[in-house]
């Protein structure tokens, strides 16, 4: 997208905003049912120096959240949410296709049913347990960790049944509630390229439960568990696979705690993960004389992300975020005389400092400079292909 472009989308997003056309809109409210449409129209521009290697993610959000009115103590729901790329323009780099993208492109569709009492249940696609967890520090407005994409029961997937109850303590002086979140996953086949295969996962199970207090803090801890879609890599033979066990599961726990008051925001959250996160690795075969690259998950993996946030004056937020992924128990495999890969790595290890500057109601702008910690030229690299420090430019439109 060229220059003239974005300053035509500023324009005509200004124009909008002022003559209040675009609003959350009410598309149905009658006596029985109420159906909201709202999204966002953003504007993201990635570079490594604000001159060179730019890359458009600008898209559109666009969000149904729909509900009937309670009936005897009943009421039905449902939501979906779809992303709109505007530049469909696509780059690719070596081993690109095992990278997954900083914006997310998950698409959100379920429908369900609630109970005043018992609770509720919906199935669709949903945000699986591990990223119930991972979003208290995951509130950047572009980048997120690699071991949040790593698989979907730490971001979203198909095919998953969610049940959720609030349990209210009015007596306790601790804890004014706990939240359960219980799930079930399906098959979630996500198609047939490599980072396809190797986001693939059968069925599994996972929950979550979060602990409210009347001081301020919130704690999250969240476990899941899923077996790999194994059927699906036999199929295909132009990717070398390992760790091709047909019973092999990949799962993880996670915790964090957040303390939020008045304009001050902090947030931590520790994540350990077992056949989870997708590395890549180089081993030399002898009988061949050539080096081949190997696909599969870290036996380990563990994240830890910490997060700082000051709203001043409702208008300018200034950020900060640490996060840090690595990777250890990884088979080791011979690359060059008396030379071996390493067992443990880092994958990622970044700074990001930025701020969030609103100018109304529906409109606000940020700038995002993501400093990594991880030498660009180390070798046998995992699941990376660019360690340079990025700037990340935003505008951002809701309605």
Known sequence: MNILKKILIFITIIIINKINIINSANLINN??????LYGEIKSINKSTDLIHDNIDYSKILLTIYGKTKEINNIKTFA??????????????????????????DAIISYVGIKHKNIGSISYGKNYEAIYNTLKLTNIFPT?????????????????VLTYKKIFYLKKNKILKNIKLNLQLYGKNNKGNTLNAILKSTGQGWGITYTFNTPYNFKI??????????YDQINKINKFNIFYGNKNIKNNAWSTGIRYKF?????????????????????????????????????????????????????????????????????????????????????????????????????????????????????????????????ILLGIVFKF
Do not use: C, H, R
């Not at 949410?81 to 900083?102: A, G, H, R």
């Not at 980048?143 to 095919?159: A, P, V």
């Open 31 to 36: 006596k029985f049912t109420i159906i909201n």
């Open 262 to 390: 008045k304009n001050l925001y902090i947030a931590s959250t520790y994540s350990k993960g077992y056949n989870l996160t997708p590395i890549n690795n180089t081993i030399f075969v002898p009988y061949d004389n050539i080096y081949l690259n190997k696909y599969g998950f870290a036996k380990n993996s563990e994240n830890i992300s910490l997060i700082v946030k000051y709203n001043f004056n409702s208008i300018l937020t200034p950020i900060i975020k640490y996060v840090e992924t690595s990777a250890d128990n990884i088979e080791q495999n011979k690359i060059d005389k008396n030379k071996y890969t390493p067992i443990k790595m880092e994958i990622e290890k970044f700074f990001n400092i930025g701020a969030v500057l609103k100018i109304n109601k529906s409109l606000y702008t940020y700038i995002n400079y993501k400093i990594n910690k991880i030498p660009n030229k180390i070798p046998n690299k995992l699941n990376t292909l660019n360690n340079n420090n990025k």
């Open 143 to 159: 980048t997120k960790s690699k071991f949040i994409n790593s698989n979907s029961i730490t971001n979203s997937g198909n095919n």
């Open 79 to 104: 939501k979906w949410s779809q992303i709109l790329k505007i530049n469909k323009t696509e780059i690719f780099k070596k081993n690109s296709d095992i990278v997954l993208n900083d914006i997310d």
């Open 220 to 229: 999250v801890t969240s476990y899941a568990s899923q077996k790999y879609d």
